[in-house]
């Protein structure tokens, strides 16, 4: 192997690589071959190798494993082209849902901090292929682009090693990484992690340089997310989540030194991370150790206001990259990327004493969260970091419109017919409405506080006749189960 | 603050304490107080304080939080007293069933690993006065008994201490305790226990003098678990799993220097720790780094076969309490028993590479895993640390008979209206009649697989006749709510 690159990397390739094009990337892949690709948060995917392959004529059959969201070029273009018969663990397209519901795609789902260890050693996939994007390559290591996801999990496990240079992508970005990779089990010794902030590793992730099977130049962009603007509800659920926290940093002085915090994807975990300019913190520290570095955490870190960032992904929009990619460096004294067994560890996330902030599809009356299946059937997206972040946090926050569709639908349901995490993970749930603090409650004394202080009026008045009617039954967690099905009709 | 002891601890009262009886330590006590009691896994628990509880005069609406099992005094004579308004974590007793299901008492279940943050830090609970069972204490210390749990986070949250002196348990317990206090968040350093077996900290419990209030001296045995003989499912389960973990060893390197095990409590559990002598593991450590050991351990300890043995409590019989505590140096070679933050805790289970084996009520064809509401609505004891292993092993196996009441009911079911467990988290299920392997699988595949090789003969046509019925509606996970609940009638 030959030796790490001298920082900061100033040439995109280094030394004797095996150059090569998309097409013949992918005529190197066997049909039925198992890839695992790079991307988490939209970002930092490979994109020709896997256009190839959508345009190849062979009838393949390819299980495509990636550890977070990836873009258009695999989730509609491989996906639509009929290649993949097996996929985990996060999809986002139409087509790809399509395909799930259809069963024509076998979808399974698993925690994003655990999908590399269940790779490389817990036996959910045979990998063959690895297919990164990357910013610069050497022989024997490559730096990333602007996702780590499970990268250095995937490319350790994996037979051979595909990396797309990707010049569209700044070769700045490497000041942001920090890959730290833990020993395997069972001598796995602890994540030498003091804070947050701290680097413990490399900006480059190292392979083995027999297993590059070759190198394809591109230059195209992400696909990045679009966010809309926060909405009434966004801003209600915003100003209620910092009440909350603010009676959370006067409860317990283990918040004297540092909030720190964690949400989660999407335009109301934007909205929130945004809406956060106006929680008066006083002398603390304020944090974030999360999965996303989203566009609403920016100002924040150009006022300062944020001591340190830490994820697995720059999950921007097209704006908040560019924004990003002009001042790497500048961002890279405050925001870290690490591997996703790193940035969504159990065992980080209990030590840093993390409040965790996430949505979810839909939340029982008895604080049950769905997060991934409509009517407990269709599936959306994945569970992603959702569950690694409220079963570990230190306090472990849903936040959620109590609607959709305009108000037609409540969130809050008498029972949520797929669960994602239990009665026993979350502590407070907060909508436009209010907040319900469900710590140390009974799952009937939850669903009086959920109703009466989440649920939107439209739906109280129905929601507690049902708790009403399903406690003269003499049980624990009463369920009219028939009752409760009709919600979804 | 006195020094620490010097070990071997020879007495059982060291320096000027409070001694006083156990009528006087419950007058003490608010009748509207929050008790932080010991016991975990039916053993450990303070019995003289609680049992004055009981007949304590006043109206008393007691908060209970104990991290596990605790014994009679406490789940029979101080629950049936009317004296708990409000209770987490475990519960194990009738009397304690019923009022829950009443709703008289406020029942919240949490995991085992977390609930001493919860209540220090997570504001679960606003803690006054812990009660611990010790074999020894001095100004500043005492020595636990058979169980840890999560009492020095208890001692620590409290305001007051009350400690039982119980001369019935040997002072040589303290050979097998190893207590160490992680740091407070969100400067709390890495656990730095290298290997199951190992040793970083004390073998006594400190505490802020100040605190306590009073020792009572007691002399009373534990009300240990009692164990049916193995069943011919269970050796059948045994049998199946055995075949899985030869498997296992065979298909990973991951394996090749160890085999670490966890096994849930109960029949079926101390059964399988049993039937591992059958088990041939060639040249590797077979280790337990589980969070209670009991009876099937003995022999293999006695055998030499076991390398180490980790746990939070000795939940053993009678005669297994016998057996220990005759030669507990001996044992504590091998067995060390831990704080249930560290004995569960998730970064631990994860470097360790633990294969968790634990039991549940019901699981449902997609996976999912009931471990604690009858029909979704009767709570039986409590999650326990089952969810600490399940979610974080490298290999997650739930291990049941296929039906019960003499094969009158099918504990594969095709909805659980109970998820303890959610379809992100198990690996594999073994039964009486095989194993699935589910790994990697979509839910229907799950589905196919569980029902095929894990259901008894009598439901299987029912379970497979109900999933094609479902899978002719186009979604990922297909359901038929209301003939899913016909099931419970």
């Given at each position: 192997m030959t030796e790490a690159p001298e920082y900061?990397?100033?040439?995109r390739l280094h030394g004797d690589l095996p150059l090569t094009d998309a097409d013949a990337a992918a005529a190197s892949i066997d049909a039925d071959a198992t890839l695992l690709t790079s991307g988490f948060g939209s970002v930092g995917y490979p994109k020709a190798i896997p256009l190839a392959l959508a345009e190849d004529n062979r009838d393949l059959s390819l299980t495509l494993v990636s550890s977070g969201k990836v873009g258009e070029e695999i989730d509609v273009d491989l996906m639509a082209a009929d290649a993949v018969d097996r996929r985990m663990s996060y999809q986002s397209s139409e087509v790809a849902r399509e395909l799930t519901a259809r069963r024509e795609v076998a979808f399974s789902d698993r925690n994003a901090s655990s999908l590399g260890d269940d790779v490389q050693y817990g036996g959910v996939v045979d990998p063959d292929v690895a297919v990164v994007e990357a910013v610069a390559v050497g022989e024997g290591w490559f730096v990333p682009s602007t996702s780590l996801g499970q990268v250095p999990a995937f490319v350790d496990a994996a037979d051979r090693l595909y990396v797309e240079l990707n010049r569209h992508q700044p070769l700045a970005l490497q000041s942001l990484h920090d890959v730290y990779r833990p020993e395997a089990p069972p001598n796995r010794g602890p994540i030498?992690?003091?804070?947050?902030?701290?680097r413990i590793g490399d900006r480059h992730v190292s392979f083995d340089p027999e297993k590059l099977a070759g190198v394809v130049e591109t230059d195209s962009a992400d696909a990045t997310y679009t966010f809309r603007d926060p909405t009434d509800d966004d801003l209600a659920i915003a100003a209620n989540l910092r009440n909350f926290l603010r009676g959370e940093m006067a409860r317990s002085s283990v918040f004297d030194e540092a909030l720190t915090l964690q949400f989660g994807v999407g335009s109301l975990g934007n909205a929130l991370m945004g809406e956060l300019a106006d929680l008066d913190v006083g002398d603390r520290d304020l944090i974030y150790f999360g999965e996303l570095v989203q566009d609403g955490l920016l100002d924040l870190l150009d006022d300062g206001r944020l001591t340190a960032a830490s994820a697995t992904s720059l999950a921007l929009t097209d704006e908040g990259q560019q924004r990003l990619f002009e001042h790497a460096e500048r961002y890279a004294e405050d925001v870290v990327l690490r591997p996703a067994d790193v940035s969504n560890h159990p065992g980080l996330i209990d030590r840093f004493g993390v409040v965790a902030v996430n949505s979810a599809v839909e939340v029982d009356i008895y604080g049950n969260v769905n997060s991934t299946h409509v009517a407990g059937e269709r599936m959306l997206n994945g569970v992603g970091g959702s569950a690694d972040f409220n079963r570990n946090a230190l306090v472990t926050v849903c936040a959620l419109p109590s609607t959709l569709n305009g108000g037609e639908i409540?969130?809050?349901?008498?029972?949520?017919?797929?669960?994602?995490?239990?009665?026993?993970?979350?502590?407070v749930f907060v909508t436009e409405q209010g907040v319900a603090?469900?710590?140390?409650?009974s799952p009937v004394e939850r669903a009086e506080l959920i109703v009466e202080n989440c649920a939107h009026p439209s739906f109280a008045p129905e929601l507690r006749a049902y708790l009403d009617d399903v406690c003269e039954r003499e049980h624990h967690i009463p369920h009219d189960v028939e009752r409760a099905a009709e919600w979804f009709e």
């Open positions: 900061p990397v100033e040439e030498p992690l003091a804070g947050p902030g701290d409540s969130r809050i349901v008498p029972m949520s017919f797929h669960v994602d995490h239990t009665e026993h993970d979350v502590d603090d469900v710590r140390g409650r």
